[in-house]
């Protein structure tokens, strides 16, 4: 019997259409971190040429445009360093926040009946960075707990009741934050030292 007998009229190209538009769909997910990247690569040229040619609000409005939308590039590499699995752990829905120069990127990750948190926050850039890591340098200092090293960074691992934090200073500046409150320490710094620390690190020079 021919296939299409199972088929109302019209169901094969409805069919045909559904699988051309998800094939389409993919196609477009795939090239989009590179129409970004050649977006924002066109905004800046375009800002150096509207200095060039005496035209300083145009080049201070597209030079804006393209800062902006080298953050977000920016910002799409550091999350993507929050991966779906790590040490067995499942990630749930990553949450990124920026306001007033500060940068936020959270994501809890569960195994069974346990829960870990992290918590990425820094300045987004230039000054805002560097006093975000003065101030995170101070509170590093005054922190009471025990200090461990996290893939050659400085960390802090301190309880408050059930809940159990490790602080790691990252060498850009910002504060990587693994808390849990049904987790214990040794689990906790396992499941740290198997995130991408360093990678993440390195993402935001």
């Known amino acids: ?18 699988g051309l538009a998800s094939g389409l769909a993919i196609a477009l997910l795939a090239v989009a971190p590179v129409q970004a990247e050649e977006d924002a690569a066109d905004t800046c040229k375009s800002a150096a040429k509207l200095f ?39 990630g749930d829905e990553l949450s990124e926040q920026q306001a007033m120069g500060i940068s936020i990127v959270e994501r809890t990750y569960s195994k069974g009946g346990n829960s870990i948190s992290v918590s ?5 850039m230039g000054m805002a ?11 590093m200092q005054a922190a009471q707990g025990e200090k461990v090293r996290i893939q050659r960074r400085t960390a802090v691992v301190t309880k408050d009741g059930s809940e159990t934090s490790v602080a790691v200073t990252l060498k850009t500046g910002g504060m990587l934050t693994f ?26 020079r």
């Open 129 to 139: 960075n560097n006093a975000f890591a003065a101030i995170a340098a101070m509170g």
């Open 179 to 204: 808390s849990s409150s049904n987790v214990d320490k040794d689990e906790l710094l396992n499941f740290a030292n198997a995130f991408p620390v360093a990678e993440l690190d390195d993402s935001l």
């Open 52 to 90: 060039k040619d005496g035209d300083l609000d145009g080049a201070l409005d597209d030079a804006r445009w393209c800062v902006t939308q080298l953050e977000k590039l920016k910002q799409g590499q550091t999350s993507s360093l929050f991966k779906d699995e790590i040490d067995g752990y499942t």
């Open 1 to 18: 019997m021919s296939a299409t007998r199972f088929f109302k009229p019209g169901a094969l190209n409805s069919l045909k259409t559904i």
């Open 120 to 124: 990425m926050s820094g300045g987004a």
